[in-house]
């Protein structure tokens, strides 16, 4: 998960990484900075919910 405009780990750096991580998945919240717990905050409660959801069924 990352902020567009996240100037502490800035998009290029998340790209890369996601690149680099088999099987990795990368959700880019389009109005935050480093914070899209706080500045999406329902966005991100979703996201964050089907990752856990994804993680649960996929070791059950």
């Not at 290029?12 to 991580?21: D, G, R, T, V």
Request: proline share 7%; with cysteine.
């Amino acid at each position: 998960m990352c902020g567009k405009y996240d100037v502490q780990c800035p998009l290029p750096y998340s790209l890369e990484l996601k690149e680099l991580i088999p099987n990795s998945k990368l959700i880019i919240f389009n109005k935050s900075n480093h914070y899209p717990f706080l500045e999406e905050s329902k966005l991100f409660s979703k996201e964050f919910d089907l990752f856990l959801e994804e993680q649960f069924t996929r070791f059950n």
